[in-house]
């Protein structure tokens, strides 16, 4: 009898990415340490930006229920568990942003700098911050 070879897709490898970068990170909750949409910087939040973050958490979402669902024994389809996006406060989202504001810098570390990179200290990973609209 053959073993069945599990291999990983590229959704479960993003995941075990996305859980390996959290260890290296602080949240001020721990629900801020899944996001939404990545983003270059803060000056791209807009309309459509939060559009499409409200279409990805609906998605997840949707999607966590079905799985959750499905593992309790219960016969259901994906449709059952759709979540519109439009009913995403715009509260719930959290942007990840690609930045270097808290990274300290470290002078001299290249003789010539050609990116923001270049004079910070060294990372393992792409920094980033997660960021989320108040209540207001």
Known sequence: MVRKVN????????????KSK???????????????????SLDKINIRTIAEAKKNRAKKLSQKNYEDAKLSGQKVKMTD?????????????????MMFDHIPDEPGRKKNPKTVADGKIKLNFPPYQHWKFNDR
């Open 7 to 18: 291999y990983l897709n590229n959704k479960d490898m993003l995941a075990e990415i996305h």
């Open 81 to 97: 568990f759709d979540i519109d996006y439009k009913s995403i406060a715009k509260t719930d989202l959290i942007f990840r942003i």
């Open 22 to 40: 959290n260890t290296f990170s602080s949240y001020v909750e721990p629900e801020f340490a899944d996001y939404d949409i990545i983003l270059p």
